[in-house]
Structures are given as C-alpha cells and as structure tokens.
C-alpha cells in the first residue's frame, strides 16, 4: 500500500470545551497519511491519478475555518468522514495535535485511524 504524506498541517479554528476556548481560535497541527496506489500517477507523471496533497490540505483548512467543535475527537471524526468522502479515501491515519492545552506537554491530541487498507501487489 503507497501513502501520501501530509505532515504538520497548521489550521486555526474554535475548539475547546471552556467558555474562553469558545471566543478564540486555536491552532491545531495535523498529520496524515492516506492510502492511495501511486502506480498510475507515477507511470504516466498525472496529478489527476493520484491524491492532491494540495487540495486535500486547502479543504483542510476551509473545513477547520468553517466549523468549531468543543471536542478535537469530534473534529477529528468529522474532518475523517469529510476526507473519506469527498477525495475517495479507501483509508486513513490522522493525528491532530493541540499544543498548549496542557501546561507540562508540547501537545495533546487524538490519532485515528478510519477505513481499510487497501493491499497492493
């Protein structure tokens, strides 16, 4: 199974479950890894066969821009569905960090996994 990367995506967006959490933004980083079969792309050297990292990212970030959640478990689920949906993605890993939201740790966060792996030959 090939992968594309996309790692330490930074978007802002309202999400906490405190009352001053929900008057701010909040910077989120994220890190993906979705499966694809690169053959096709690579063969032929055609972004329109493979999963545009670039895309993917800019829905990214009109997503975190256009909801807010309380939860980073909710974000995470939906943006998931979201991905899945719309870029046919047969499977992925999300990681989502929330630096500063502990005092003592660099981030908290969830890693999810969603889907099935697709095997290549």
Same mark, same amino acid.
């Given at each position: 199974m090939d992968q594309v990367l996309i790692e330490a995506l930074e978007v802002d967006t309202v999400i906490g479950v405190y009352d001053w959490e929900r008057t701010i933004t909040? @910077?989120?980083s994220l890190d993906l890894c979705l499966a694809t079969d690169i053959r096709a792309a690579a063969e032929r050297d055609?972004? &329109?066969l493979t999963l545009d990292y670039d895309a993917i990212s800019q829905r990214i /970030? @009109? +997503? *975190? &821009?256009?909801?807010d959640f309380a939860l980073v478990e909710t974000f995470a689920e939906r943006l998931t569905a $979201?991905? @899945?949906?719309? +870029? *046919?993605?047969?499977?992925?890993r999300l990681t989502i960090r929330k630096p500063g *939201?502990?005092?003592? *740790? @660099?981030?908290? /966060?969830? $890693?999810i996994e969603r889907g099935v792996r697709p095997e290549t030959a």
């Amino acid at each position: 199974m090939d992968q594309v990367l996309i790692e330490a995506l930074e978007v802002d967006t309202v999400i906490g479950v405190y009352d001053w959490e929900r008057t701010i933004t909040q @910077r989120l980083s994220l890190d993906l890894c979705l499966a694809t079969d690169i053959r096709a792309a690579a063969e032929r050297d055609d972004l &329109s066969l493979t999963l545009d990292y670039d895309a993917i990212s800019q829905r990214i /970030g @009109r +997503f *975190a &821009s256009e909801h807010d959640f309380a939860l980073v478990e909710t974000f995470a689920e939906r943006l998931t569905a $979201m991905l @899945r949906d719309e +870029f *046919a993605i047969a499977w992925l890993r999300l990681t989502i960090r929330k630096p500063g *939201a502990v005092p003592n *740790a @660099r981030a908290v /966060g969830v $890693m999810i996994e969603r889907g099935v792996r697709p095997e290549t030959a």
